[in-house]
């Protein structure tokens, strides 16, 4: 589910994905994971769109799309933040260099 999700990311949200932290938002997996209540940053999805507030997200892409976000949220509490934040990190690079593939193999085959 995740990575259908983060295939439909636009290249700048991807670039945010890449550089800026994110972790979990919800007040349930934040005491489950030991982190502060207060979220300092956004979840997977509210650093992709660049919003703040949760509301803005399924108002953006919809309750469907952002069941992506209560998965990570899960998958964080099973594997721990910091490795869902490196295999998402690496799904979207492996992405790009699919993305970037196709189009050198359509210009050789055109």
Not at 14 to 34: A, C, D, S
Not at 44 to 51: K, N, P, S
Not at 66 to 75: Q, V
Request: hydrophobic share 40%; with cysteine; aromatic share 8%.
């Amino acid at each position: 589910m995740i990575g259908l999700y983060l295939a439909t990311l636009t290249p700048k949200e991807e670039n945010r994905v890449l550089t800026k932290h994110f972790e979990p938002n919800q007040t349930e997996q934040r005491l489950r994971l030991g982190l502060p209540i207060d979220a300092t940053c956004g979840c997977l999805q509210m650093t992709a769109l660049g919003v703040e507030y949760w509301s803005l997200v399924e108002e953006k892409i919809g309750y469907m799309r952002a069941k992506a976000g209560y998965r990570y949220e899960f998958l964080c509490e099973r594997f721990g933040i910091a490795r869902m934040n490196r295999v998402i990190r690496e799904r979207i690079l492996a992405n790009q260099a699919r993305r970037a593939l196709a189009s050198v193999r359509e210009a050789v085959t055109a």
